[in-house]
């Protein structure tokens, strides 16, 4: 079955650089979620989008952006890195039927920022 | 590999009755457990989490959870359910690598 994508897996930027990571949910699946684990650190959600829309935001720095576009995939954008921002970022998508709301985990993406 | 498994996909108690949901675990050395819920549209929120000491761990909203080494499980439970206990449950491992590594999730309903 297919799962979550997220590209690229492994990202190495150096302070102040950009970066933008993708997330590739489940066919119709419709929401997706961002998540932050620092070294050591328990996963932070970061926001979460649903048909396009932002649904939900918890502890994304002023510095992230992120959107969903029309095909349902995610792109979270980082700008002015720091060396804080060093994280494993997974995204999870879900699609709210009536009766379900399984969330389905990427791989994730390793930023490393030096 | 660090894993865990949910069994059920679906609980479903009546209020005021007990609950638990289910959580088994595979893990080369000591295994750090965590459980998170999640409601509608929402992102994960931490429940509780075993890194070592007591077995039976106390979390929030009143769930609690008991590690048992000899059955590798991690059950998460609760004595009397409430009706807005219901939602999406994850129980997760953190890998040597300090990756987290979810369940497939368990729904809990609690019928009035």
């Known amino acids: 079955a297919a799962g979550v994508i997220q590209s690229p897996r492994h990202l190495i930027k150096e302070k102040r650089e950009t970066a933008t990571l993708k997330c590739y949910p489940i066919p119709r699946h419709d929401t997706v979620y961002w998540y932050q684990q620092g070294p050591g650190q328990d996963p932070q959600f970061l926001i979460s989008?649903?048909?396009?829309?932002?649904?939900d935001k918890g502890s994304i720095p002023d510095r992230f952006s992120a959107q969903q576009f029309s095909d349902y995939h995610s792109e979270l954008n980082m700008s002015s890195l720091e060396l804080g921002d060093s994280a494993l970022y997974f995204c999870?998508?879900?699609?709210?039927?009536?009766?379900?709301?399984?969330?389905?985990f990427g791989p994730g993406t390793r930023l490393t920022v030096t | 590999a660090q894993s865990v498994a949910q069994p059920e996909d679906q609980v479903n108690v009546a209020e005021g009755n007990p609950l638990t949901v289910k959580c088994t675990y595979s893990?080369?050395?000591?295994?750090?457990l965590f459980w998170y819920v999640q409601y509608p549209n929402r992102g994960l929120q931490f429940l509780l989490k075993?890194?070592?000491?007591?077995?039976l761990v106390k979390g929030s909203y009143g769930f609690e959870a008991e590690f048992n080494k000899s059955q590798t499980s991690f059950h998460l439970k609760k004595p009397s359910a409430l009706v807005s206990d219901s939602a999406l449950y994850f129980c997760a491992v953190r890998d040597p690598n300090n990756d987290m590594r979810f369940g497939a999730g368990t729904r809990l309903t609690v019928k009035p």
């Open positions: 075993y890194i070592t000491g007591d077995n």
């Open positions: 999870a998508s879900s699609i709210p039927t009536a009766s379900t709301y399984e969330q389905y």
């Open positions: 989008f649903y048909e396009k829309m932002q649904s």
């Open positions: 893990v080369s050395g000591n295994p750090y």
